[in-house]
């Protein structure tokens, strides 16, 4: 049944914002759309969850905007992504710039209860070669969003996921993972000089039982946190626990540095070297929030990886 699922591939478009038109276009992944590619000497990626909850969303919103506009990464993984949230995003000058991006309207999510999920935000430089959509056994809505993305000689297969949510539901994830891993291995032998990564909301913590039934699904993985800080560093991002985590597997890209972002209330993002940028307003979101001395951007942290990639 897994491999049934695993070869279910749905394609989905790249959407880019169209500046003479002024709205999002979908476009089938091809590198020949592209402006000429910048030499990149290190890539950025971020994952982050980014909470569906309505409360204080138009201010947790702003400050995720902040986040992401400062820290300018390559690659955006998001999840618990609403509809009236995407909408939102989409009217940001920053992204409507420098991202496309696998979905502007909701297509891509579960049809059932809360209608969220992953998309991703990919720098206009970088050469996408497919997006794909593969599905989870799952009651909540839980699926893998895939990328190919071509840098010089190099293959990256990335993926984001939001692996089925509460401590009882362990079998879930365990059979999310090996589809994962499927679908990794399937695209890695097409090509002879590959990176992968795997990063979102895993939903389970390495101090768990279950952690070691689960990386063992993915033994070829490193699990980038330890690697880079060691285990000393719990790397927590959510309520004591650490569920979210960039997986990684290369020969030829290093790993450089790996940091936890969104983990300063709001409030002292005045105190912080971020530029402020121009937040749309929006009817989907409600009035402006009272005081948020203790407010976070989420009820995760978001997390931020850098890699050195000049030797590819």
Known sequence: MLEAMARTSPKIPVWRFDTNRLRWSSEP???YSYSKPKVLKSLRVVSYNIWF????QKTR??????ILNHLKPHIICLQEMTIPVLQVLITQPWVQDQYVLSDVDGRTFAKTGKRYGVIMLLDKSLIVRQLSIFPFVTKQGRQLLFAQISIRSELFLVG???LESMPDKETFRSRQLQVCQTIFNRFAVTHPNVT????GDFNFAPEWFENAKQMNILRNWADLWPAIHGTDDPGVTHKNYRFDRILFQSSRVIPKKMKIIGDKPIAQFSKEKI???KILSNLFFRSTDPNTVNVYPSDHFGLMADFNIKHI
Do not use: A
């Not at 909850?53 to 204080?56: E, G, P, W």
């Not at 919103?61 to 902040?66: M, N």
């Not at 992968?196 to 990063?199: A, D, E, G, I, R």
């Open 29 to 31: 992944p091809t590198p």
């Open 53 to 56: 909850d309505l409360q204080y």
């Open 61 to 66: 919103f702003e400050h995720l905007c902040l």
């Open 160 to 162: 984001t996921v939001h």
């Open 196 to 199: 992968c990564l795997l990063m």
């Open 275 to 277: 530029s402020p940028i």
